[in-house]
Every structure is written in structure tokens, then in C-alpha cells.
């Protein structure tokens, strides 16, 4: 089965410290990895995309294949950086079906 | 303005009474999914549609049914609800081939079910 590990359910840090989000995904070939995000009282939306190698809000995330990980990572973090994120792989494959399996979420919480 | 509508948006009802939360979205996707959030389990998913008159079960589909009907709307179904039902409810809709495009979330459907 596919899965999707966040192995912490809360992190919390103070302002201008660095952010670690930890994703592992069970490997099936080259998988589609995402990371949502929800900020209070706001539906989930997008954050970033492994395959566009963006950078959004400082936020980046690397896919590393021989740790089949897709760590979230923010070097300063910001108070406004506090909500839950996921962690959401998708299918493998042309013929893979096409659910999409998330994490459970963390809990990041910025002090001032 | 694109978006994915959900209605209605706080339910509070009693067990066994069907009941039907609509999902509806404007911007012609194929691609359609109803997900469930609960404390410490995460988003899960309970039915997809890749395109009109095509669904598929997701992780739990137990207990609930869907359709899809027109292209622009994907309702949920519980035809007998049970406590254990009691969730924060997700619809998402997605381009093409859903998942290697980006899912747009309607804003949520809070249930309980008594």
C-alpha cells in the first residue's frame, strides 16, 4: 500500500529559527509528491510540487530518492508560516490509479 | 472567480437520516474527490471521479456513495449515517489526470452526526 509518513504531529518553533517538516513516502517508482497547506479557518491549498522545483513563501522541498523522503524546509521561519501542512503523494505510472494518499499533517506553531 | 463551492457548510443531524452534501466547481475540471479530516488521521480519501459517469472508491468508502452526473458537480451521499461519520469533509476538483496537477479544495463541510 502506498503511504505517506509525517512522523511528528506538532512542531513548534520561535520567529527567524529554521523549519524542518519530515515526509518519507513508500518507494513505487517516481512518485508525484506535494506538500498542502491550511491555515486557520482557510481551505487547503497548494503549497509546492516536487517536479516544479519552486519556492514558495521561503518554503523548499527536495525529493531524495534513496530516503524516499520529501522534507519541508524554511530557513527563517515566520509567525504567519503557522498553520498544518500535509504531505500528499500521487500516483506512479501512465496505468497507476489515481488516489492520492496524504500524511496525517503537522502542526507548525511560530512564537513570536 | 474559480473556485470549488461546498453546501452546506455546518451540518448537525441524527443517525440514519440521509442526507447529501453537494460539491460544485467552476472550472471545468475532470477531476473530482471527496477526502474526510479527522484529529490525528489526517485527510483520507472517500471517492474520486476522473470524469463524468467514472468514480472510483478511494481509502474509505465505506458508507457513503457518490455520482457524477454533469462535469461541474460531484454530491456525497450518506444514505444512513452513523456517529462515526462525524467529520470535517473535503471536495477537491483537478485539471486533468488529477493528481500530477494541482487539487483546488472546496472550503469544508463540518457534520455531526448523533
Known amino acids: 500500500a502506498q503511504r505517506v509518513t509525517q512522523p511528528e504531529k506538532l512542531l513548534s518553533v520561535f520567529k527567524g529559527a529554521p523549519v524542518e517538516l519530515k515526509c518519507n513516502y513508500s518507494y513505487s517508482g517516481s512518485p508525484e509528491l506535494f506538500w498542502y497547506v491550511q491555515y486557520s479557518r482557510q481551505r487547503l491549498q497548494l503549497l509546492l510540487r516536487h517536479i516544479s522545483r519552486e519556492s514558495i513563501k521561503g518554503f523548499t522541498a527536495d525529493l531524495n530518492k534513496g530516503e524516499t523522503s520529501f522534507h519541508l524546509k524554511k530557513p527563517f521561519a515566520q509567525e504567519e508560516d503557522s498553520a498544518m501542512y500535509y504531505c500528499a503523494k500521487g500516483p506512479v505510472g501512465p496505468g497507476a490509479n489515481s488516489k492520492l494518499t496524504f500524511g496525517k499533517g503537522i502542526t507548525l506553531s511560530v512564537r513570536p | 472567480e474559480a473556485q470549488v463551492t461546498q453546501n452546506p457548510r455546518y451540518l448537525i443531524t441524527v443517525t440514519g437520516k440521509k442526507l447529501t452534501v453537494t460539491c460544485s466547481q467552476n472550472m471545468n475540471h475532470e477531476y473530482m474527490s471527496w477526502y474526510r479530516q479527522d484529529p490525528g488521521l489526517g485527510l483520507r480519501q472517500i471517492y474520486y471521479s476522473m470524469n463524468v459517469e467514472v468514480t472510483d472508491k478511494g481509502d474509505v468508502p465505506e458508507g457513503y456513495k457518490v455520482s457524477r452526473k454533469e462535469k461541474r458537480n460531484f454530491p456525497l451521499i450518506l444514505e444512513s449515517p452513523s456517529p462515526n461519520q462525524t467529520s470535517l469533509y473535503f471536495c477537491?476538483?483537478?485539471?486533468?489526470?488529477?493528481?500530477?496537477?494541482?487539487?483546488?479544495f472546496g472550503p469544508g463541510t463540518r457534520l455531526t452526526v448523533l
Open positions: 477537491a476538483s483537478s485539471p486533468q489526470r488529477g493528481l500530477r496537477d494541482t487539487q483546488y
